[in-house]
């Protein structure tokens, strides 16, 4: 699943190719939306908000769609080939004169009324990556019960949006917990530096075309890894599954839950495991 900085790449995408310009062609490929013409129309702005999508149209209509697992949205200059899957994968396409957005196994595509955005994300917490971002109120978010594990309050886009699977593995090895601690058993102050790291690995990659945790940002004191061996990994444990823990050494576990892997270090992280 997308995490918050990639669905804001894919917003910069498409608010660059689309806003200001009318739409010459408007194809939405969803039975509720099939006879829908917002050709003639002008976008005006494309806005993310955790990891759902806003476009907004002329005569106050906003087109709202989620990624999920692997939905993709590819912009391409007008008569470019389009290359990001077969046709009968592709549910929008919005055109202008010069450049075509292709939105692909898009699993939520609805139109709104602007006024009525609320209804499609006003059940989010605070987004990491926009304007409404308040600290406080996330960490206040994610320990509202204490019982849960760590790593499904930090997936839970009701408490803070913006953090995927890579990002909830990533800030359980830097707070060195497993992602099935209660999130009551985590000292106050960690987990108050639990989320100002959140805020600071999606803001050190928001431009980035390559994810990366393990470079120059703030982790909780940080790994004493050899540079040479830090250069070459992006990632301390997502994805590393039998490979040497970048901290300790020890091969790093993986578990699967429902359909999304988790990767821990059994050495560095302490609480429940899988």
């Not at 669905?7 to 498409?14: I, K, W």
């Not at 204490?146 to 930090?154: M, N, Q, S, T, Y």
């Not at 987990?191 to 940002?217: F, H, M, S, Y």
Request: aromatic residues 4%.
């Amino acid at each position: 699943m997308p995490e918050g900085d990639t669905v804001l790449q894919t917003a910069e995408r498409l608010h660059k190719a689309l806003a200001g310009q009318v739409l010459t062609h408007a194809d939405l490929r969803v039975p509720r939306l099939a006879t829908v013409d917002l050709t003639g129309r002008k976008v005006l702005d494309v806005t993310p908000r955790g990891k759902h999508l806003l476009t907004r149209i002329e005569d106050g209509l906003t087109l709202h769609s989620h990624l999920r697992m692997d939905g993709a949205w590819r912009v391409y200059a007008a008569g470019e080939r389009w290359r990001g899957g077969p046709a009968h994968q592709i549910r929008a396409v919005l055109g202008n004169a010069t450049h075509t957005a292709v939105g692909y196994r898009l699993p939520v595509l609805e139109l709104l009324r602007t006024r009525d955005e609320e209804k499609a994300v006003g059940h989010l917490g605070p987004d990491l990556l926009g304007p409404d971002w308040d600290a406080d109120t996330a960490l206040r978010n994610l320990l509202a019960d204490p019982d849960r594990p760590l790593g499904e309050a930090l997936l839970d886009q009701r408490n803070l949006a913006g953090i995927g699977n890579v990002y909830k593995c990533e800030l359980c090895f830097m707070a060195r917990v497993t992602p099935w601690l209660p999130v009551g058993e985590l000292p106050a102050p960690l987990a108050a530096r639990l989320v100002t790291t959140a805020k600071q690995l999606l803001e050190a990659n928001r431009d980035r075309p390559t994810r990366t945790t393990t470079g120059p940002t703030p982790a909780f004191g940080g790994p004493r890894a050899a540079a040479r061996t830090r250069s070459q990994e992006r990632l301390y444990v997502y994805g590393r599954e039998r490979r040497s823990c970048l901290r300790c050494g020890t091969p790093i576990r993986k578990a699967d839950e429902a359909g999304r892997p988790t990767y821990w270090c059994p050495h560095c992280q302490a609480g429940p495991t899988a």
